[in-house]
């Protein structure tokens, strides 16, 4: 079970949301920052963080599950989000160059086919960021927020997944280290916890970030070695006594 559009438009737009979307951002960035892209889709709930990041993402394009729903722009501004089928994606073969993933994977029933498909839309090489909640958080403990919601994720469970569905991670990284007690919380004293939380404690963070790259192996291995590989045939030397 995972928050609805609106639900999580609603909360992005409240200080709390604001202030995650900055330090959440400003984690992404610190691993985007030397692999910029040109082609990226926003799958999930992931406008915010499209925004925050859009001097590094290029032309960026938005999807949504349809039992998420889509939340359009304001008038005048061209929709760029599509409600699609998370195992079904409406777009060719590597087409883009980057995925970014958020508020996703923890509500869906099927995981593996969306990350399956993930990878047929990625170019060989392409990165997918993805954002979820942490299962050994604090965040994952509270339903006053959208990581509360689902099933989160530990970095053992996330990095299985992905490898199954060949997603191989390159870059990991926590944030939101702060509780997130019912109360006006400052920037900056967030952003000391933060500072504190990714040297001392990063497995406790709230949300587990993950850069991981689409491998393409070159030839599938052998089932059965021994009925391809033949043994060498027996031949009958005779002896020859000399006289």
């Known amino acids: ?41 926003g799958i999930g709930f992931a406008q915010p963080y499209l925004d925050w990041l859009r001097p590094w993402l290029g032309h960026s394009l938005g999807a949504a599950p349809a039992e998420m729903g889509v939340v359009l722009g304001a008038s005048g501004i061209a929709n760029r989000t599509a409600q699609v089928r998370a195992d079904a994606l409406p777009f060719p073969d590597a087409w883009f160059e980057r995925v970014v993933m958020a508020h996703l994977l923890e509500g869906t029933s099927d995981p593996h086919s969306a990350l399956r498909e993930i990878w047929r839309i990625l170019i060989p090489g392409g990165r997918l960021m993805i954002l979820v909640a942490n299962r050994g958080g604090f965040w994952a403990r509270r339903d006053s927020n959208p990581f509360g919601w689902g099933s989160p994720y530990s970095p053992g469970q996330l990095r299985h997944i992905l490898e199954q569905t060949l997603l191989i991670p390159r870059q990991w990284g926590y944030s939101l280290f702060f509780p997130p007690l019912n109360r006006k919380v400052s920037f900056a004293w967030a952003n000391a916890w933060e500072q504190a939380g990714s040297r001392w404690f990063a497995p406790l963070g709230g949300v587990i970030l993950c850069e991981a790259e689409k491998v393409v192996y070159a030839s599938t291995p052998l089932v059965k070695k021994r009925s391809l590989i033949r043994r060498p045939a027996r031949i009958i030397i005779p002896i020859v006594k000399k006289v």
Do not use: C, I, K
């Not at 960035?29 to 082609?39: I, M």
């Open 1 to 41: 079970m995972n928050f609805e559009a609106t639900q999580l438009q609603s909360w992005y737009e409240e200080p709390w949301g604001r202030l995650v979307v900055r330090l959440v951002g400003g984690s992404m960035e610190r691993l985007l920052h030397d692999n910029p892209s040109e082609r990226t889709l």
